[in-house]
C-alpha cells in the first residue's frame, strides 16, 4: 500500500533517514521500532505527506504522494488516520467538538449520528462519558485516547500510530492493543505503528521495521527478528547496556574525558 | 573580516526577499480564502470578538486620555493666539486624521496580534496544524482567514469608537475643565471635518488591521518549533507591526491627505 524508496532526509547535522527503503503491505500491522530521536515520528509524517523528505519517493497505492496536488492530496488524506505522539486535539474545542470536527467537515451526518458515532468511538478507548471536558482537564492517558478516537472517527484505510501505548497503564495499554489488533483482522485496517514498546510490538506486529539513526537494522515478521542472531538486533531487543549500539551520545571515554577536566 | 560581513548582510538579505515573498503569497491564499466559500461564520465571530470586543477597555482608556492631552496642550498653544474657540476642530482633525487609527492599530497589535502570534505558534508546535491537514482541512482556511477578516472588521469599528471617545474626552477637559464654549467646540469641530478626513481615517484603519493580520499569523505560522521560537515570534510581530503601520502611516497621509 505504502512503498518508500531511497528516502534520505536530515535537519541540518541530525539524520533522520539515511536511504531507508521498505514497504507497508495492505491490511497488515506494520511496527517501526527504534530509539529515541532516530527519526520514527519524522517518518510516519513523511509518510502521511505533511513533510517532504530531502530525497527519495513514496508511494502511496502507487501515486507519489509528495507530487499530489493539494486537492488530490487531501482527498487521499481522507482515507488517513493519524494518532499524533502529542494527540495534537484542538485545546479551544472540548472532547466531542474534537471528535466532531472531521464529520462536520467532511460529511452531511445529522447531529444525532454524529453523538451516536462519537460515543461508540468513545466506548471502544474506554472514554464514553467524558465528551464535555476540555484537553486541558485530561491526563496524558486521556489525551492519548481521544486522539486515537478522532484517529478512527472517520473509519480510515489506512491508520498512522505514533506511540499509541506509551504513557499508559497496563490494562489501556493493553486495550489499546486489542483495538488496534481488532481494527486490523476485522475491517482490514492498514496500520502502521511506531512505538517503544517491544512485548506489545511482537504481539500486534505482522512485520517489524528497526529503525536506527536513519538505518533500517532488521525488518521482518516478529518470528524472524525473535531468532535474529545479529547483536545490534539482540541488544535492541533485549535492551541492555552493553553491545554495538552504544548507549552514549558521544564516543569519548567517560574516564578520559573526567580526567581531563581536572588536569 | 570583509567578505564574512559581506556574506552575512547577503545572506539575510536574501532570506528576508525570500520570507517577503512566501509571506506574500501566504496573504493572498488567506484573503482568497475569505471571498471563496465555505464561510466560517462562528469562527468569525468567535474571532471578532476576541480581536475586536476585548479591545474595547484598553481602547477606552487610552482614547479617554489621548482626547484629554490634546485637548490640554492645544489649549495652552491656542490660547496664546486666542483662539481657545478652535479647540474642538484641532482635537477632532488630529484624532480622526492621524492619532485614532494609529493608536488603536499600535494597541491591537501589542494585545491581539502577539496573542494571535502566539496562539498560531502554539498550535504548530503541538502539532495542530498538521493534525487539520491531516483531517483534509486547509489551516489556513480554517485558522488564518478568519483571524485576518476579523482584524479587518474589528479594526475600523475600533477606530471609530477610539474617535467619539477621544472627541469626548477633548471636551471634558476643553469645555468642562478649562471653559472652552461648548458651542464654539462643537461647531467649529463640525465645520473643519470634512468627509476626506473621516474617509483617510477609515482607509488607514483598515490598512492597518491588514497589516497586522498579516504580521501576527504568517510569524505564528512560520516560527521555530521550540518554545523560544514561539517567544521570540510573538516579540517580532510587536515589533515589526508596530514599524510597519507607522511607516505605512506616512505613506497613506502622504498620499491621502
Ligand atoms: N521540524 C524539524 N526541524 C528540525 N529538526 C527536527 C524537526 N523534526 C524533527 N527534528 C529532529 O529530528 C530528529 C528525529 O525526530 P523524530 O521526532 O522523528 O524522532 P523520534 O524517533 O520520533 O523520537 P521519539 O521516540 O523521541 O519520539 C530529532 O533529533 C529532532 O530533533
Ligand atoms: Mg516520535
Known sequence: MIKIENLSNRYGSIITA???????????????????????????????????????????????????????????????????????????????????????????????VIQTIIKMKLEMVGLRGSEHLMPSQLSGGMTKRVGLARAIIMDPKIVFYDEPTSGLDPISAGVIDKLILDLNRKLGVTSVVVSHDIESAFKIADKVIILFYGNIIASGTPDEIKSSPDAKICQFINGSPDGPIPFSHTDKDFMVDMRSQWK | MISQSLVFVGHNFLSGIQSLGS???????????????????????????????????????????????????????????????????????????????????????????????????????????????????????????????????????????FDLIGIFGGYLVGVKLLGVNEGAYFGEMLSATTFDDVFGGVVKSLAFGLIIGWISTFIGYTAKSTTEGVSSATTNTVVLASVAILITDYILTSILF
Do not use: W
Open chain 1, 18 to 112: 539515511n536511504n531507508v527503503s521498505c514497504e507497508f503491505e495492505c491490511s497488515e500491522v506494520t511496527v517501526i521500532l527504534g530509539g529515541s530521536g532516530s527519526g520514527k515520528s519524522t517518518l510516519l509524517k513523511q509518510m502521511a505527506g505533511l513533510a517532504r523528505p530531502n530525497s527519495g519517493r513514496i508511494l502511496f497505492e502507487g501515486k507519489e504522494i509528495t507530487c499530489l496536488s493539494k486537492k488530490e492530496l487531501y482527498e487521499v488524506r481522507k482515507s488517513m488516520g493519524m494518532l499524533f505522539q502529542g494527540a495534537a486535539l484542538f485545546n479551544s474545542l472540548n472532547v466531542y467538538d474534537n471528535l466532531a470536527f472531521p464529520l462536520r467537515e467532511h460529511t452531511k451526518l445529522s447531529e444525532k
Open chain 2, 23 to 161: 509571506g506574500t503569497l501566504f496573504i493572498l491564499c488567506a484573503l482568497y480564502n475569505i471571498v471563496k466559500p465555505p464561510f466560517r461564520f462562528a469562527r468569525i465571530i468567535k474571532e471578532v470578538e476576541f480581536i475586536g470586543v476585548k479591545s474595547f477597555t484598553i481602547i477606552f482608556v487610552t482614547s479617554l486620555f489621548t482626547g484629554m492631552v490634546l485637548a490640554l496642550q492645544g489649549y495652552h498653544t491656542l490660547s496664546k493666539f486666542g483662539s481657545e474657540s478652535l479647540l474642538g476642530s484641532a482635537v477632532a482633525l488630529s484624532i480622526i486624521r492621524e492619532l485614532g487609527p494609529v493608536l488603536c492599530a499600535l494597541m491591537v497589535s501589542g494585545r491581539a496580534g502577539s496573542a494571535v502570534t502566539a496562539e498560531i505558534g502554539i498550535m504548530k508546535i503541538t502539532d495542530q496544524i498538521p493534525a487539520l491537514e491531516m483531517m483534509a482541512v486547509d489551516p489556513i482556511e480554517y485558522i488564518v482567514s478568519p483571524k485576518v477578516l476579523a482584524f479587518l472588521i474589528s479594526l475600523p469599528l475600533l477606530t471609530a469608537f
